[in-house]
T-cell receptor
Framework: AQKVTQAQTEISVVEKEDVTLDCVYETRDTTYYLFWYKQPPSGELVFLIRRNSFDEQNEISGRYSWNFQKSTSSFNFTITASQVVDSAVYFCALSYTGTASKLTFGTGTRLQVTL | NAGVMQNPRHLVRRRGQEARLRCSPMKGHSHVYWYRQLPEEGLKFMVYLQKENIIDESGMPKERFSAEFPKEGPSILRIQQVVRGDSAAYFC?????????????FGPGTRLTVL
């Protein structure tokens, strides 16, 4: 069975602070994919990143960076110099590489960025 | 290139009525997934469909819920005799292929309220 844990229910930061959102996963599959999605107050789900289990290189995209550590089964997400527009619920998700690859989501972390 | 379309965006039903939710996948995508998000929770997988086939319905409640993805037209998630506990956001996602290496792109969701 697969499981994704986002222990941080809610985080509040002041604009320009850096913030890290934690994601820990469990799976018996040897190959799998990890995802982050953003759900802003408007409610839609926005895809941010996909990472496969063979690629442990960290990734940076603008102010966003992701740290994948297979040894600790973690896929953490850091926002540098946070902005009010980053306020949203962020979901980490896991799928395996076979067919019918449904996503298993964590419960989400609500990030509130204030001025 | 239009994204995943869902309608209606908001749906209000009284207990005992039927709810019909529609999803048109992205152009070129032939695989559709339905997820349910209860208030303050993460998304839970319901069903995965290809054109005219249900591939995985392991997350679907055994009664009152059904889904289809006909050869022509959108995918439909049908909930018969709705109850208050069905109130949730229902998201549809699509991908071009079956395997987990393809990202699922989500629609804006349908918010169902059962009075």
């Amino acid at each position: 069975a697969q499981k994704v844990t986002q222990a941080q229910t809610e985080i509040s930061v002041v604009e320009k602070e850096d913030v890290t959102l934690d994601c820990v996963y469990e799976t018996r599959d040897t190959t799998y994919y990890l995802f982050w999605y953003k759900q802003p107050p408007s409610g839609e789900l926005v895809f941010l990143i996909r990472r496969n289990s063979f690629d442990e290189q960290n990734e940076i995209s603008g102010r966003y960076s992701w740290n994948f550590q297979k040894s600790t089964s973690s896929f953490n997400f850091t926002i540098t110099a946070s902005q009010v527009v980053d306020s949203a619920v962020y979901f980490c998700a896991l799928s395996y590489t076979g067919t019918a690859s449904k996503l298993t989501f964590g419960t989400g972390t609500r990030l509130q960025v204030t001025l | 290139n239009a994204g995943v379309m869902q309608n209606p965006r908001h749906l209000v039903r009284r207990r005992g009525q039927e709810a019909r939710l529609r999803c048109s996948p992205m152009k070129g995508h032939s695989h559709v997934y339905w997820y349910r998000q209860l208030p303050e929770e993460g998304l839970k997988f319901m069903v995965y469909l290809q054109k005219e086939n249900i591939i995985d319905e392991s997350g679907m409640p055994k009664e009152r819920f059904s889904a289809e993805f006909p050869k022509e037209g959108p995918s439909i998630l049908r909930i018969q005799q709705v109850v208050r506990g069905d109130s949730a956001a229902y998201f549809c996602a699509s991908s071009p292929m079956t395997s987990g290496r393809d990202t699922q792109y989500f629609g804006p969701g349908t918010r169902l309220t059962v009075l």
